[in-house]
């Protein structure tokens, strides 16, 4: 089976720009959430998606929103970018079983 | 709120010898534990969890871990690494709650293998 796909692999963009970033589910997952990892930290939560609706926000500005469609994959968009917001997302989708399972992720780079 | 601390930053551990990293949370009721192992570049992999029951638990690649509820505690052991072993470990803390779920995650622990 396939797991959680992200795309795209990697991306650069200039401050101020807008950007998305896409997650597939591994299949049946119905729920998706998004993080934020940093160079040299940890991964820090900014969303939760379950049936469409978003479940839970972490502590990140208005500049970032997600949506999740009817076959749950799940977009995440950021406005008006910052060279802080250079960093690895990671989706991660789950059965709202306790365990998450995480894609590859999107390295992005704002100059 | 919840919180997760990994005291050791970078460890260095001979190849054939034996792991621990440490990994102490705080959580207001009974905590789901997690260690989670990042290749670089790459995504997160589980390697194993807690949620009740034994405090002793099995993962994947021979990793076990030991909760240990009066210390606040989730240490993550290998009786013998190997050189692929080698890659950054992150211990986290989930709540889950009303189709809620969040993960908390330390600030990772890197492992070096040496020959």
């Known amino acids: 089976d396939a797991g959680v796909t992200q795309s795209p692999t990697h991306l650069i963009k200039t401050r101020g720009q807008q950007v998305t970033l896409r997650c597939s589910p591994i299949s049946g997952h119905k729920s998706v959430s998004w993080y934020q990892q940093v160079l040299g930290q940890g991964p820090q939560f900014i969303f939760q998606y379950y049936e469409k609706e978003e479940r839970g926000r972490g502590n990140f500005p208005d500049r970032f929103s997600a949506r999740q469609f009817p076959n749950y994959s799940s977009e995440l968009n950021v406005n008006a970018l910052l060279l802080g917001d250079s960093a690895l997302y990671l989706c991660?989708?789950?059965?709202?079983?306790?365990?998450?399972?995480f894609g590859p992720g999107t390295r992005l780079t704002v100059t | 709120a919840q919180s997760v601390t990994q005291p050791d930053i970078h460890i260095t551990v001979s190849e054939g010898a034996s792991l621990e990293l440490r990994c102490n949370y705080s959580y207001g009721a009974t905590p789901y534990l997690f260690w989670y192992v990042q290749s670089p570049g790459q995504g997160l992999q589980l390697l194993l969890k807690y949620f009740s029951g034994d405090t002793l638990v099995q993962g994947i690649k021979g990793f076990e871990a030991e909760f240990k509820r009066s210390q606040s505690s989730f240490n993550l052991r290998k009786p013998s690494v190997h050189w692929s072993d080698a890659a950054e470990y992150f211990c986290?803390?989930?709540?889950?709650?009303?189709?809620?779920?969040?993960?908390?995650f330390g600030t990772g622990t890197r492992l070096t293998i040496i020959p």
């Open positions: 991660a989708s789950s059965l709202l079983s306790g365990e998450q399972y």
């Open positions: 986290a803390v989930g709540s889950f709650n009303f189709g809620n779920e969040k993960l908390t």
